[in-house]
């Protein structure tokens, strides 16, 4: 419940303790350290997720872009969709700097620039931020 922008009150009644009993979790070495676990998960598997649209993405642009131009020019563009990230207004503000850092240190990374999936996976995840920016920002006015 760490992970998610719930306070102490609705973390403590989702889990079915008491609001004491949350509070004080929340004050342990033990829990600290799961929540910093679960966070490194979650990044590493967002991360993932996303490498993997990009790659599917990118494949499906390259067999684009070999059609013929009249082939080419029938094709109907799909518009991206990022549903699965539609409870981004959820994500705890640690949850989201520890996302944010792990972007920024990549691209502090000189190396990243060889690679155009890199590139892509980046452009994604920033896109990715941003919806899950709006999705909080709606999720609050409704």
């Known amino acids: 419940m760490a992970l998610t922008s719930f306070d102490v009150k609705e973390s ?3 889990v079915g303790v008491s609001y004491g009993v949350m509070r004080k979790w929340r004050t342990e070495q033990a829990f600290k350290k799961m929540v910093q676990a679960h966070t490194a998960e979650f990044c ?3 991360f993932e997720h996303i490498r993997k649209k990009v790659i599917a993405s990118s494949a ?3 067999r684009l872009l070999k ?6 020019a029938a094709q109907q563009i799909h518009r991206k969709s990022y549903e699965e990230f539609s409870d981004g207004w959820m994500y705890s503000d640690e949850l ?3 996302l944010r850092e792990i972007l920024a240190k990549t691209l502090r990374d000189k190396t990243w620039a060889r690679d155009n999936i890199e590139l892509l996976i980046r452009v994604e995840t920033l896109w990715t931020f941003d919806i899950s920016k709006k999705s909080k920002a709606i999720q609050r006015n409704t």
């Open 96 to 98: 989201m700097d520890a």
């Open 67 to 72: 059609l013929p131009a009249a082939e080419l």
């Open 44 to 46: 590493g598997r967002f």
């Open 60 to 62: 499906a642009t390259d």
């Open 12 to 14: 403590a009644q989702a």
